[in-house]
């Protein structure tokens, strides 16, 4: 089980199973949306994810079309993105978890749009865009 919730704790859920595709992505939108300089997220089954509470703060912006990035009314943290064209995964971002998922980001995406005042330290792999 892994448990995540925004920081002011009114939307809570949990996941039954695994995430996957875990990253960090340096598009524009990910470092506003997240207030950062990347951001690290993962992807789940819709089916391993449950609402525990507060789904009704759920508020969604489209940042590009039919991706839909769902945050907290009340605080502002970002939660989770639905897809228009695969409704069976959300993105979500591992800042949200309380718990540990397990995996850990395994490269670093859109680093040709990367902040110019971040330099990437690590040694996992970089990819100017996401790689198909
Ligand atoms: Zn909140
Ligand atoms: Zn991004």
Request: aromatic letters at 10%; charged letters at 20%.
């Amino acid at each position: 089980m892994i448990r995540g919730s925004c920081l002011c704790r009114g939307i809570r859920y949990e996941i039954n199973g695994k995430l996957f595709q875990a990253l960090n992505c340096h598009c524009s939108m990910c470092r506003k949306a997240q207030g950062a300089a990347f951001r690290s997220r993962a992807r789940v089954l819709s089916a391993d994810f449950r609402w525990i509470s507060g789904e009704h703060l759920l508020t969604f912006f489209e940042s590009s079309p039919g991706n839909h990035r769902g945050f907290c009314r009340v605080c502002g943290s970002p939660i989770l993105t639905k897809f228009d064209s695969d409704t069976s995964v959300f993105s979500l971002p591992l800042g949200a978890l309380d718990d540990d998922p397990g995996i850990r980001p395994q490269c670093h995406v859109h680093v040709a749009s990367k902040a110019p005042w971040f330099t990437i330290s690590d040694n996992l792999p970089q990819f100017a865009e996401l790689p198909q």
